[in-house]
DNA sequence: TTGAAAGCGCTAACAC
DNA sequence: GTGTTAGCGCTTTCAA
C-alpha cells in the first residue's frame, strides 16, 4: 500500500531511525542527509502511519463530542454550528474529531465510559452542562481532560467557554421592561440544565431591579424544540391574565411560541412580544423576524476545541466568558 | 494506567497469547481458562487499546464525514440530521466516526486526500454529490471505499443512498398545477451538484406532460441558504410577468423565499405559493406552514453508514432510493 | 489446549 | 551524526 519509514529508509540506504528523525526534524541528523531524506519521503509519498504513532506516543490526539441526544426530527441548528467550529479548529491545531451518539437509548454516560476504557480519545468537549452532571462526575475521577461548554457549579475549577446567559435574559428582560411589559412568561431550557436556572435569575433579577415580580405559574420548561415552545406557549397563554411578552430559552423554542401565538389568533410584536436565544441564522427569516440574543456560536466551537487541545498539552490556556447582544427585529413591541 | 493484556496474563499465570484468544473466544482455548481469563479481565477492568488492535489489524474501523462547508453563520439542518443517522448507525456496528471540516479556505479535497495517506479512515461518505466530483474521482483512483448521498452520474458504479429528487420536484409540480399555478419558477440549489439537474428535470418534465413549459429566465440558483433564497425570488418577483408559484430546492431557501415574496408585499399560500424540499423540522413552524417534500433524513445517515460499512467490510450490501412525499401544509394555494 | 516469537509502523534511549 | 535495540499493546502463525 502506503510507503512506511522503512521504505524510505531502503530507499536512501539509511536506518529507519535516522529517517524518523529527520522527518521530524531532530537537530541531530545532518542537514545533508535531513534532506536527502525528505525527497525520498516526497517522491515515495510518505505519510506518517498516525495509528503507529498513536500507539506509540500513548496519546490518540483526538478528541470526542458526543452529539446532544436528538429525536429523529428534532435536531437543533446552534449545536451544528459548534460543531462546525469544533471541527475547523481541530484541524487547525492537528488533531482528530471523534463523533458519536448514543446507541438509541443507552445511557448517555455509557458512550463516555467507553471511550475512556478503550482509550479512544484523549478528551471530551461536553455541552449542555448540567446541574449535577454524571459526565463531569465520571470524568473528574479519572481525571480524564474535558472542558464545558457552561460553567459546572459543581466543579468550578473545569476549564469552560461560557456565554453569560443570566446577562443575556437580563438584556432582553430590560428592553422589554422599556417597552412597557409587565406580565411575562417563560419558556426555559429544561431545568436540570445549568443554563436554565441561570437564564430564571437573569429574569428575576432585572424584575426585581424594576420592582416588578414574575408569577411561578408563568414559568414553563421546553425540551429545547420548537414543539416545546409551542405548546409550553399555549399553556402560558391560556391560563387568566396571560403574559404580554415571552421570553424563551432558545430560538426553537421561540419559534414554537410564535407559532403558538399566532395560532391563538394574536398579532407577534404587537399583542404579543417573544424573545428567543441563540440567533441561529433562521430567526433573520422567521415571521415575523425574531429577537433574540446573539452568541458567537462557530466561535464558541473553536474556542472549546482551543481550550481542550491546550489544556491536554498542558499549555497555558484561559476560560473565555461570552456577554450575549441583544438583536433587535420585528417580534416585540411596545404594549398596547 | 489502563489494564492492558499482560496484566490480565499475569494475573492468572497465562500467556498473553492465551489471553488474547481467550478473550476472543476463540475455541482452542477450554471452556475453563476462558472463564477464569474473562473473569480476571472483568476484575481487572480491562478493554483493549483500540489503536493497538488498529495498528496490528490495518484497520481503523473509523468512517469519515467531511461537513459540508459552512460559512460562519450558516449550516444546514439537514445535515445536522444526517450526521445524527450516521453517528448512531457506526455506534451499532462499532466503528468510529472521524468529522472534519475544512482548514479554512483550503480546498475541500485536501482533507479527502491526507486521511487517505495518512490511513486515519477506512472509507468515507459523501453528501452533496457534484456532477464533476472530484473526491469520487480521487478516491475512486485510490480504490478507497466510499458511499455516496446522491448517485454519481460519471461513477455509476459506486454505492449510493439516493432520493429521487426529479420524482419528488415532479410531485410538487404536479400539485401546484392543479392548483391552477401555469407561471413558476425556480429557486434550484447550485448547477454543480447532481440534485440540482435532476429537480428541474423533475419540474421540466411534468410541465411537458401537462404541456407547459418553464420560462427559462425564472430559473435561479442559489447557494442553499435563505440568503440566497431571498435574493433569488426577490429577482424573480420583479422581473416583468412574475411566476405565481416558486419552487424551491431545499428548506432554507424557501424560507427565504417567501421572505422575500412577504417584503414585496404578497400573502404567501394565496398570491404566490412556496414549496421547500427536506422537511427539516422548521418547516412545520415557519410562517405560514411549508410545503414540502419529506425525505426520511434519519434513515438516510443511518443507511448510508451502514452501506459504508458493509462495503469496506466486503459483505453484501446495496443502494437504496428513497421515495419523497409531498407534505402538504400552507405556502401554497389555488390561483387566485 | 497453550506458549514463544514475530511483526503491525513508529519513536526514543543509548551506544558508537 | 548515525545505527542498534527495545517497546507501545495487540493478533497471529507455528510449535510444542
Given at each position: 500500500m502506503s510507503a512506511t519509514l522503512r521504505d524510505v529508509a531502503n530507499k536512501v540506504g539509511k536506518s529507519i531511525t535516522t529517517v524518523s528523525r529527520a522527518l521530524n526534524n531532530h537537530e541531530d541528523i545532518s542537514l545533508e542527509t535531513r534532506a536527502l531524506i525528505h525527497q525520498a519521503a516526497k517522491e515515495l509519498g510518505y505519510r506518517p502511519s498516525v495509528t503507529a504513532q498513536r500507539l506509540q506516543k500513548k496519546r490518540t490526539d483526538t478528541i470526542g463530542f458526543v452529539l446532544?441526544?436528538?429525536?429523529?426530527g428534532f435536531s437543533d441548528p446552534f449545536f451544528s454550528q459548534v460543531l462546525a467550529g469544533i471541527a475547523s479548529q481541530a484541524a487547525k491545531m492537528d488533531v482528530d474529531l471523534l463523533v458519536s451518539a448514543n446507541e438509541?437509548?443507552?445511557?448517555?454516560l455509557e458512550v463516555y465510559v467507553s471511550h475512556v476504557q478503550t482509550r479512544r480519545v484523549d478528551g471530551f468537549i461536553l455541552v449542555?452542562?448540567?446541574?449535577?452532571d454524571a459526565r463531569i462526575e465520571f470524568l473528574n475521577e479519572h481525571h480524564f481532560p474535558m472542558v464545558t461548554f457552561g460553567k459546572s457549579k459543581i466543579h468550578p475549577t473545569i476549564q469552560f467557554i461560557e456565554v453569560d446567559v443570566e446577562f443575556g435574559m437580563g438584556l432582553a428582560t430590560e428592553y422589554l421592561i422599556r417597552l412597557g411589559h409587565r406580565k411575562f412568561g417563560l419558556v426555559l431550557p429544561p431545568p436540570y440544565l445549568v443554563r436554565s436556572g441561570a437564564m430564571l435569575q437573569g429574569v428575576q433579577h432585572k424584575l426585581a431591579e424594576n420592582s416588578l415580580q414574575l408569577d411561578g405559574a408563568k414559568i414553563a420548561y421546553g425540551d429545547l424544540s420548537q414543539r416545546s415552545g409551542y405548546h409550553s406557549a399555549q399553556a402560558l397563554l391560556a391560563a387568566p391574565d396571560p403574559p404580554t411578552a415571552i421570553l424563551s430559552g432558545n430560538d426553537l423554542m421561540a419559534f414554537g411560541v410564535m407559532s403558538a401565538a399566532q395560532a391563538a389568533g394574536l398579532l407577534v410584536g404587537r399583542e404579543v412580544s417573544v424573545t428567543g436565544f441563540d440567533d441561529i441564522s433562521l430567526a433573520e427569516h422567521s415571521q415575523p423576524p425574531l429577537t433574540t440574543l446573539q452568541q458567537p456560536t462557530y466561535l464558541i466551537g473553536q474556542r472549546l476545541c482551543e481550550l481542550l487541545v491546550k489544556t491536554i498539552r498542558g499549555e497555558a490556556s484561559q476560560t473565555e466568558v461570552f456577554y450575549p447582544s441583544l438583536i433587535i427585529r420585528n417580534s416585540c413591541g411596545p404594549i398596547v
Open positions: 446532544p441526544p436528538v429525536s429523529p438509541d437509548k443507552l445511557d448517555d449542555r452542562t448540567a446541574v449535577d
